[in-house]
């Protein structure tokens, strides 16, 4: 009798330890520092192109982002859309939990895979070597099913209809739950630096610098009107052509020489557009680590509003995140986003000082070379610069691993801003310094006299 209870107890043990390691094992998958936010559009794949995607009542999406991490040996089973489900604390009462209309990565900003997958097909999505996100289906009546490739990704999740400031979303993601918060919208920048017209208000004794630089404009001047003078007695002396031709025809080239020593507007003052050096033109980067600087509430407010094409106030958000301080990555990634910023308010010389600075930085990521390169190739191209829009081109083929294109649209209006851009500075060369001295110093052809 004995016997057969320690059997007995034996086996009960057996069958238990099993049970109670697997209950006591760690998650083998994480999600972790969510944010989300309502903006007006998605950018969704669409062949090999990403094109921008509204929703059909015009209210927008709620966006959630999170990095979605595996454990090394462990592993996250395929997670269906349907049931990855957001429900806001702000809803109608009684309401059901939204699912998913879109899964994606975070590539600058949110970049969608398209739920229109066909049967036994993989749509993919690659994050530079070790990072990925698919979705396939078994059937044509089977869900949409979503599956990380690689040990980590930065998850974007969309639903339809957008959410208010201050709402408590409670989001269903792999049989967890998980709570977010939309944070308030940010405060506006203020600034108290004097302008441009304030600062020519401010009047007071000239330097030493100021004074020499005015006496040595009139000795120009001077000289000038010298030589001026010279060159018409010289023209006096020589024997008048005949009444019936000398008028006019006089008259016509002075009027040509005003015209040529006129200014061409404020075209001088503009900057010279950096060219590319050895350090931008990388192929290997780090990766995103944790953002713990001073200036991560500006940084993660700056995405917002730059995903809701609120171009300055990310700018200034940007400016303010990197004087507060960031991690090397993140300031690299400050520094590409006010690029893009830049560009879509047409400010092309701006756009490619930021872009070069992202692009040189000492840890610069995938996340932010990509934009940076993609958007220098087309602006190189359109200016001329062929052998940095190559180069430009060469860093972005080395990052794209999910074969990402820029908006056609977008690419438009970069063309425009940026021939806009080269026009002016064609009409600042020469100067009007450089055409003052061209035309007093100008000699006309000898003729003879009839």
Same mark, same amino acid.
């Given at each position: 009798m004995a016997t057969t209870a320690l059997a007995l107890v034996g086996l009960v043990v057996a069958i238990l330890t099993p049970l109670a390691a697997a209950q006591s094992s760690p998650e083998s998958w994480s999600l972790t520092g969510l944010t989300a936010q309502s903006v007006p559009a998605i950018w969704m794949r669409d062949d090999n192109d990403f094109v921008r995607r509204t929703p059909p009542d015009g209210e927008g999406f709620l966006e959630i982002q999170g990095r979605l991490s595996v454990q090394p040996g462990g592993r996250l089973d395929p997670v269906a859309l349907p049931e990855i489900r957001a429900r806001i604390?702000?809803?109608t009462p009684g309401a059901k939990p939204q699912s998913a209309v879109a899964v994606g990565v975070s590539?600058?900003?949110?970049?969608?895979?398209?739920?229109?997958?066909?049967?036994?097909?993989? =749509?993919?999505?690659?994050?530079?070597?070790?990072?990925?996100?698919?979705?396939?289906?078994?059937?044509?009546?089977a869900p949409l099913k979503l599956a990380l490739e690689g040990p980590t990704v930065d998850l974007c999740i969309a639903f339809a209809g957008p959410a208010?400031?201050?709402?408590?979303?409670?989001?269903?993601?792999?049989?967890?739950?998980?709570?977010?918060?939309?944070?308030?919208?940010?405060?506006?920048?203020? =600034?108290?630096?004097?302008?441009?017209?304030?600062?020519?208000?401010?009047?007071?004794?000239?330097?030493?610098?100021? %004074?020499?630089?005015?006496?040595?404009?009139?000795?120009?001047?001077?000289?000038?009107?010298? $030589?001026?003078?010279?060159?018409?007695?010289?023209?006096?002396?020589?024997?008048?052509?005949?009444?019936?031709?000398?008028g006019e025809p006089e008259r016509e080239s002075d009027a040509a020489a005003e015209h040529a020593a006129a200014p061409e507007g404020p075209g001088a003052e503009l900057a010279e557009p950096g060219r590319v050096c050895p350090e931008h033109c990388r192929t290997s980067f780090v990766?995103?680590?944790?953002?713990?600087?001073?200036?991560?509430?500006?940084?993660?407010?700056?995405?917002?509003?730059?995903? $809701?094409?609120?171009?300055?106030?990310?700018?200034?958000?940007?400016?303010?995140?990197?004087?507060?301080?960031?991690?090397?990555?993140?300031?690299?990634?400050?520094?590409?986003?006010?690029?893009?910023?830049?560009? =879509?308010?047409g400010e092309i010389p701006l756009?490619?000082?930021?872009?070069l600075k992202a692009l040189a930085g000492p840890e610069v990521t995938s996340q932010a070379a990509l934009p940076a390169a993609m958007h220098l190739a087309v602006i190189y191209d359109v200016l001329g610069l062929r052998a940095d829009s190559q180069r430009m081109e060469t860093v972005a083929k080395a990052v794209n691993g999910a074969g990402i294109?820029?908006?056609?649209?977008?690419?438009?209006?970069?063309?425009?801003?940026?021939?806009?851009?080269?026009?002016?500075?064609? $009409?600042?060369?020469?100067?009007?310094?450089? %055409?003052?001295?061209?035309?007093?110093?100008?000699?006309?052809?000898?003729?003879?006299?009839?």
């Open positions: 604390s702000g809803s590539i600058a900003m949110c970049r969608y895979l398209s739920p229109e997958t066909r049967v036994r097909e993989v =749509s993919r999505m690659a994050v530079g070597k070790d990072g990925g996100l698919g979705v396939s289906r078994d059937s044509a009546s208010r400031a201050g709402d408590i979303v409670s989001l269903e993601f792999g049989g967890r739950a998980f709570t977010v918060s939309l944070p308030e919208p940010p405060k506006p920048v203020v =600034s108290f630096a004097k302008t441009d017209a304030e600062k020519g208000l401010d009047f007071g004794l000239p330097s030493a610098r100021t %004074a020499a630089l005015v006496g040595l404009s009139l000795l120009v001047l001077g000289v000038g009107a010298f $030589a001026f003078w010279r060159w018409r007695a010289r023209r006096a002396s020589v024997p008048a052509k005949p009444a019936e031709s000398s990766r995103v680590g944790a953002n713990v600087g001073a200036g991560k509430t500006d940084f993660e407010a700056a995405l917002r509003v730059l995903q $809701a094409e609120q171009f300055a106030e990310a700018d200034a958000l940007l400016d303010a995140a990197i004087t507060k301080g960031l991690p090397a990555s993140f300031e690299c990634g400050a520094w590409s986003l006010r690029g893009q910023a830049a560009v =879509s308010r756009a490619i000082t930021y872009f294109t820029l908006d056609p649209e977008a690419i438009k209006r970069m063309q425009r801003h940026t021939q806009a851009y080269r026009k002016a500075l064609r $009409a600042a060369r020469p100067t009007g310094l450089k %055409a003052l001295l061209g035309r007093i110093f100008h000699r006309p052809r000898a003729t003879s006299a009839p």
